[in-house]
C-alpha cells in the first residue's frame, strides 16, 4: 500500500473488475484516455483482468481508494524503460461526485515518489488532449512540461483533436 493524507494506492484484486467495467464504460471518464471510450462487457474485461493486475512487468497499475477504503480510480506507470529510466503517467478519477477533491493530484504525487524512490525511475512522460481542461490543469500543477504536440492526433465523439506531449523530471 503506497499510503498519502487523501489517499492511498494499492494493487488490483480480481473482484475489483466490477467497478472498473463501469469506470470503462463512462464515456466522460474514458473518452480521453488513450484506448478511447469503447463500452465493454464484464466478460470481456475478465479476460484481461489478468494483465492488468500484474504489477511484475512494465506496466504498474494501483487503484486509488479514499480515506474510508471506497475505490475512487486508477494511477499507473506504463512502458517502463530500465535502461533509459523512464515511463509514462495514466490516471483516471472514476464517477462525478469523486472529481475535483484532489485525489487525482495527490495519487499522482504518490506514484512520483515511488517511481522515484523504490523504481530508481528519473522521467515521466505523458500524452493529454488538448481540450481536456482537467487533466492539463492538473499536469501543469504538478509541474509537467509541454515539450510537443501532434496535430489532429485522437478522433474523439467525431473530431480530430491535438495530442500535447509532456515531461517531468522526478
Ligand atoms: C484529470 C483528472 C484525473 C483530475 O483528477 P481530480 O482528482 O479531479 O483533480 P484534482 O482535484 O486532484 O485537481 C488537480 C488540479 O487540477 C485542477 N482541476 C481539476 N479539475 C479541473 C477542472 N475541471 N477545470 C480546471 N481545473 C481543474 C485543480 O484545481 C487542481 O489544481 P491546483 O492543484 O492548482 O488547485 C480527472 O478529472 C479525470 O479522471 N478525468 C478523466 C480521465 C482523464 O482525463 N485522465 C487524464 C488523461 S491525460
Redesign the pocket.
Given at each position: 500500500m503506497i499510503k498519502g493524507e487523501k489517499v492511498y494506492l494499492r494493487p488490483i484484486l480480481k473482484k475489483d473488475v466490477t467497478f472498473l467495467n463501469e469506470w470503462k464504460n463512462d464515456e466522460e471518464?474514458y473518452r480521453?484516455?488513450g484506448g478511447g471510450f469503447m463500452p465493454t462487457s464484464l466478460d470481456h474485461h475478465e479476460k484481461w483482468l489478468d494483465s492488468l493486475i500484474d504489477t511484475s512487468g512494465n506496466n504498474k497499475r494501483f487503484i486509488i481508494c479514499d480515506k474510508n477504503s471506497a475505490p475512487v480510480?486508477m494511477v499507473g506507470l506504463y512502458d517502463i524503460n530500465w535502461i533509459h529510466r523512464t515511463c509514462e503517467i495514466?490516471?483516471?478519477?472514476g464517477g462525478e461526485n469523486v472529481?475535483?477533491?484532489?485525489?487525482?493530484?495527490?495519487s499522482c504525487q504518490l506514484i512520483e515518489q515511488f517511481a522515484k524512490e523504490y523504481l530508481n525511475l528519473r522521467k515521466i512522460k505523458?500524452?493529454?488532449v488538448s481540450e481536456?481542461?482537467?487533466?492539463i490543469?492538473?499536469w501543469a500543477?504538478l509541474g509537467y512540461e509541454k515539450v510537443g504536440e501532434y496535430r489532429d492526433e485522437r478522433f474523439i465523439k467525431g473530431k480530430y483533436k491535438n495530442l500535447v506531449l509532456m515531461e517531468k523530471f522526478i
Open positions: 471518464t480521453y484516455l480510480g495514466g490516471i483516471y478519477i472529481k475535483g477533491k484532489g485525489y487525482g493530484k495527490e505523458l500524452n493529454v481536456n481542461e482537467s487533466a490543469h492538473l500543477a
